[in-house]
C-alpha cells in the first residue's frame, strides 16, 4: 500500500508519496488542474491511499479523485509546531494516514452536497447585512438622531436628517447596500423555497413543528443523508447540543462539547425556539420541562435534542 499526501492549492498541489514503513519514495510539484493531477494519481501503480485537508476546493477534488484511489479520505487540519511548508504537510497528513491517526471529514457526490454553496451564500449574506445596519445606524448616533429602528431602514428621506454632506454621503452608501442586499436576500430565500419542490429531504424537513424553509434547507445541506448517524446521541453529539466529561484518572474535572457542526445547532435552537409558538409535542413537553423546574434554557436544549432526534427519525 502507498500513502499519498496532497496539499492543494489554487495555483499548485504538492503530492507526497509514504510506503508502507514510512520511508518518503517520491515527490512532486504539479498544477493544480484536472488532467495534471489525475496524470499524476493514476501514474502511481499499485493499491493506494490519499489524503487532503479540507478547504475551498475539498468537493471538486473529492468528485475528481473517488474512483481513482483505493481510499480517499478528507481530513481536519492536523495541529502543527515548527517549521511549516507545502512539502511538510503533505508529508505529515500522508504519515498520519499510514498510522490511521486522521479525524476525517464526511464528504459524498450526493447533489445535496450543493447545498451547502447555496446556505453558506445566505449565510454570509445575513452577516453582511448585519453588519451594514449597524454601521448605518451608527451616523445617527454619531450625530445625536433620535430614530425608531422599524422606520430607519424604509425611510429614504431620513437621510436629509444628517447634519453635513459627509454623512449624508455615507449614509446614502450604507443605504443603498442595505436595498442591494435586501434584494439579493429575497432572491436566495425563492431558491431556498424552490428546494422544498426540488428535494424530498427538504420537504420532509419542513413536516417537523419549528423547522421552516431556511432551518430545513440548512439541515439538509449540512446532514446530506441521516446513514452518517448509528444514533440519534451521534447527530445530537455532532450538533454541539450537549456536553461530554473529561476525565482523568477518574476523576472529572470539566466537560467539554463534540467537534462538530455549528451550523446544526444553529438550526434545532432555532427550530426548537419557533416551535414553541405553536400547539405541538414540542411546546408540551417544554411546559413539562418547566413544570419540573428546569431553566427556559434547559427546557428549550431539550427541545432542540428532541427536533434533532425527529430529524434523524424523518
Known sequence: MKYIGMDAHSKNSYFVILSRNGKVLHREKVETREDTILGFVRSVNGSKKLV???????????????????????????????????WIDATEIADLLRVARLKSVFHSDDVLMNLRVLVSGYDDLLQEIVRTKNRYKAIYREACISIKDEDIY???????????????????SLYEQLQLFERHKQEYIK?????IHNHTPVKLMRGIPGVGTIWANHIVAVMVTPYRFARKGNLVAYSRLTKHGCMS????????????????????????L???NGKNAFRREYDAQR???KTDKEARNKIAKMIAATVLGV
Open 52 to 86: 487532503y485537508e479540507e478547504g475551498v476546493m475539498f468537493q471538486w477534488l473529492y468528485i475528481l479523485l473517488k474512483d481513482e484511489v483505493d481510499e480517499l479520505i478528507v481530513c481536519q487540519p492536523p495541529k502543527s509546531k515548527g517549521a511549516k511548508n507545502d
Open 191 to 195: 431558491q431556498l423555497k424552490q428546494n
Open 154 to 172: 424604509e425611510d429614504q428621506e431620513l437621510l436629509l436628517k444628517l447634519d453635513d454632506e459627509q454623512r449624508q454621503l455615507v449614509g446614502s
Open 249 to 272: 484518572d477518574g476523576k472529572l474535572y470539566g466537560r467539554r462539547r463534540s467537534l462538530g457542526q455549528p451550523v446544526l445547532k444553529n438550526a434545532f435552537r432555532g427550530a426548537a
Open 291 to 293: 413544570a419540573r423546574g
Open 274 to 276: 419557533c416551535s414553541l
